[in-house]
């Protein structure tokens, strides 16, 4: 059962594990499935299209990643898509061009994790309550950007993060997976994995040490709140207009359970945003493959409802230690003594 | 016999925690489990609890082989517990938490009248005076406890098991709990009783049972037994001496150790009156006092956990700031809390990255220190403090108690602190720790470390402090040097009810 893979490589293996056979299964139904081409100097392909579409789900999931290892949770970030995209939107609106529409966008973002996590950090008010406040009162705020309307644009320069693409590959994919290494890195190279782990587990314990746990705080709140402003250009970009209604609706939800699938705890602790990465990946192989397999559209959710509760299932250490219980219980009836070699 | 124990095994990975492990419990007597900090206590509870499994052995009730396979089936098999910490609702009644999962119904409705009467019933006997309508939350951790043991005994009424459970009572509750305990084994039933206090031991029980590094060691009756052969059974080695005693010889006055620290009507509104504290140079000062007199937020104040109302703080250069944990650790103090779980150690996280983290906290989070030399840190403490691990890696939440509590301080003796604050070091912590703990401040002073150490156990403080102050109702009331410093002194400073201000 044992084999020797490097800690990072086991940690995510449940994971790769479990893309794959979603993999397997959708080229079973659609057997075109991992088909790769290039046209006009773009790949293109099943495969190609789910690494783009996933790009708002897995930017939201890095920034949930590092809220939840701290025992938090960010309810807001589909909401923080719809402002940063309607203020992206307004900019290019009002004539101000590419760099101050991101810009802007950006610091907007900036502007909702630090609202969040002074509530959280400072005020000390429950994650969960905390957000709620942001995510209902945001769409609000994003309607009076756009005032009331879907706001539209036409701007190849912003068209270009939702539909461009560099060497080939789309441009949303190229900013999930820089963000997911820069933040992996920042993480894992510094000290700042360490931190946020423990002031995860125990905070107090972790500022009596001496960790600066409400500024640690306060950073993970901002850093979910840039993927989220990331995500909101990525989407906004893509069908070039801002929609306050509809612009990240539910995706808060998505992030969560791609971090859970992830295979990290609720609870906060030890983390891994590629596991998230690769959750995120899961969910939108299931939402696109459901879609090829040519089910019935009125399927699809039930379908990756089933899927993803098998998924949890099979990743649930209770579950699988009573698997192995009852497998040496039934090896036990069988030959005592091969049991005992086995116990050491 | 009501329960046999034969050769139980429980492997865990890397450490046999119980190997072959014999136990009889009689019906009617109260037997003492005994041994060090992860010596298998806890782990032939847990098996005897259900919460464990068992790799191999027997486990035997009234005859009948038994394999509990949770808690709850325990307690239908006859076998309660009652833990140190009280595993109750403190924000349901008395009577509901007695009745709890059988609440009396009437029509499909929970019947409170009933129920009343119900837990009336179950508390008679136990020469408690409890109004069963009230919240448990409301009374002490002693008549919670209980009330916890007559929930155990109605709910399973062979053998109850009572794990630590006069860790966070004073004198007169534990006298309380001994008698309920008593009562209980004259009614029959086959308690055992596992506790780190040894005058307990042989105040209560009547048989005892060690175990070390997971094997039986010895069964004897509490009379045939004396504490010297007890703690040597218990450590495996002769003693020498039970803790060194009188290390610091009070009647001799030292060569003067130049003043390091001193606090100035250092206060808090409704928490600690102000006082004055100085600290020399490698000088071992004790705090004493009941629980709850202010001891433990006098050394808050100290390392600014709480903030202070008044007071300031300078060393030999100039003021220090102390407003929070993170200025003190920078002025060179470090403090490790009496609540290790809540407020030491970080639990899912392993010993290596418990050790490292002050470390790691007060260089920032822009210089990790390397993953060699948190190897480092851990290997050189976990062999200085005798940490029992089978490795560094393990999180810190599986060790027992005692090597928590090492961990903790490994993490402050790594940062080389000025002043260290030690509030109750050795609190449910076995003889061999707690004699290595003093043996360690004895070292550390030697070393020119000052410390300030808070502990209940006076013997203990006096043995190692230089000088001792002492709390009482929030305010520090007494100091005590040289050949004053003897445990009558101290009691009675404690007990003095005629209040002559120092600070």
Redesign the interface.
């Known amino acids: 059962m044992s084999f020797a893979l490097p800690p990072v490589l086991r940690r995510v293996a449940p994971q790769v594990v479990t893309l794959v056979a979603v993999c397997v299964l959708v080229t079973l139904f659609f057997p075109g499935f991992l088909d790769l081409r290039l046209s006009d100097g773009r790949l293109v392909g099943p495969v190609i299209d789910i690494v783009k579409r996933s790009a708002p789900v897995a930017l939201l999931a890095i920034g949930m990643t590092l809220v939840i290892a701290t025992k938090g949770i960010d309810l807001s970030v589909g909401t923080t898509m719809a402002i940063t995209g309607a203020v992206a939107a307004w900019c290019l609106d009002s004539g101000l061009g590419v760099g101050p529409a991101v810009a802007l966008a950006i610091a907007t973002g900036l502007v909702c994790g630090l609202w969040n996590g002074g509530l959280v950090a400072i005020i000390g008010i429950q994650p969960i309550v905390a957000t709620l406040i942001l995510m209902t009162a945001g769409r609000g705020i994003a309607q009076l950007i756009t005032e009331g309307r879907i706001l539209t644009f036409n701007d190849a320069g912003f068209a270009w993060f939702g539909s461009g693409a560099i060497l080939g590959v789309p441009v949303p994919a190229v900013i999930w997976v820089v963000t997911g290494v820069a933040l992996a890195l920042l993480m894992r190279?510094?000290?700042?994995g360490?931190?946020v782990?423990?002031i995860g587990?125990?905070r107090?314990?972790?500022?009596?040490?001496?960790?600066?746990a409400t500024v640690l705080l306060i950073a993970v709140y901002v850093a979910s709140g840039l993927c989220a402003a990331f995500a909101g250009i990525i989407t906004t970009a893509d069908i070039r207009g801002a929609d306050a209604n509809n612009a990240g609706l539910w995706l808060e939800l998505d992030a969560i359970l791609a971090v859970v699938i992830g295979g990290n705890s609720l609870l906060g602790?030890?983390f891994s945003i590629a596991a998230s990465i690769l959750g995120a990946l899961i969910i939108q192989t299931i939402d696109t493959g459901i879609l090829l397999a040519g089910f019935p559209s009125e399927y699809n959710l039930v379908i990756k409802a089933a899927l993803v509760v098998i998924i949890l299932v099979l990743q649930s250490p209770q579950f699988m230690a009573e698997v192995f219980?009852w497998r040496r219980f039934g090896r036990k009836n069988l030959a005592p003594d091969t049991v005992k070699e086995d116990?050491? | 016999m009501l329960l046999t124990i034969r050769s139980l095994t429980k492997t865990f990975p890397g450490t046999k925690a119980l190997d072959g492990v014999r136990f009889d419990l009689r019906a009617g007597e109260v037997h003492a489990l005994l041994g060090e900090n992860g010596a298998g206590k806890s782990t032939l509870i847990k098996c005897l609890t259900g919460a464990y499994r068992p790799d191999a052995g027997e486990i035997r009730l009234d005859g009948q082989p038994i394999a509990p396979r949770s808690t709850s089936e325990a307690q239908e098999l006859g076998i309660g517990t009652v833990y140190q910490e009280v595993n109750l609702l403190p924000n349901l009644t008395v009577a509901q938490n007695l009745c709890f999962g059988r609440e009396p119904r009437r029509f499909g409705m929970v019947s409170s009248r009933e129920m009343k009467r119900m837990a009336q019933d179950m508390l008679s006997g136990y020469g408690i005076d409890v109004d069963v309508s009230r919240d448990l939350g409301t009374y002490s951790v002693a008549i919670q406890q209980i009330v916890a043991i007559a929930r155990a005994v109605a709910l399973s009424g062979k053998v109850l098991i009572l794990d630590e459970p006069t860790a966070s009572l004073d004198a007169r509750e534990v006298e309380m709990l001994f008698d309920v305990v008593r009562g209980l084994r004259d009614r029959g039933l086959g308690i055992v009783f596992v506790t780190h206090f040894l005058d307990q031991v042989f105040a209560l029980s009547d048989r005892i049972t060690v175990l070390r590094n997971g094997c039986h060691i010895v069964t004897e009756d509490t009379a045939a037994l004396d504490r010297v052969r007890l703690i040597e059974h218990m450590l495996g080695r002769a003693l020498e001496d039970e803790v060194e005693h009188r290390a610091v010889d009070h009647g001799v006055a030292g060569p003067v150790k130049p003043e390091m620290l001193a606090f100035d009507a250092m206060s808090r509104r409704g928490v600690v009156e102000p006082f004055d504290l100085r600290i020399a140079k490698g000088e071992v000062v004790g705090l004493a006092g009941l629980l709850g007199s202010g001891r433990t937020e006098s050394a808050e104040l100290l390392f600014g956990i709480r903030g202070t109302t008044t007071g300031t703080a300078r060393d030999e250069v100039g003021p220090v700031r102390i407003d929070s944990p993170r200025a003190a650790i920078a002025a060179g103090f470090g403090f490790a809390p009496e609540d290790r779980k809540t407020d030491g150690i970080v639990a899912d996280l392993s010993i290596r990255e418990n050790i490292a983290l002050a470390l790691q906290a007060r260089r920032g989070w822009a210089r990790p220190v390397s993953r060699t030399e948190q190897a480092r840190l851990a290997e050189t403490y976990i062999k200085r403090l005798d940490i029992r691990t089978s490795d560094a890696e393990k999180a810190v939440g599986e060790l027992s108690g005692g090597n928590q509590q090492k961990v903790v301080l490994a993490r402050w003796l790594a940062m080389n602190p000025r002043f260290l604050i030690l509030d109750e070091p050795t609190r449910g912590i076995d003889v061999g720790a707690h004699a290595e703990i003093l043996r360690l401040i004895h070292e550390l002073t030697a070393e020119g470390m000052s410390l300030l150490v808070i502990s209940s156990e006076l013997d203990e403080l006096i043995a190692v402090s230089d000088r001792v102050i002492v709390v009482r109702d929030r305010a520090h009331v007494a100091e005590l040097t040289g050949a004053d410093v003897t445990t009558e002194t101290v009691v009675r400073a404690i007990a003095d009810h005629g209040r002559e201000e120092v600070a």
């Open positions: 190279r510094t000290a700042l360490l931190l782990e423990a587990v125990n107090r314990a972790s500022a009596i040490a001496g960790v600066n602790g030890r219980f116990a050491r």
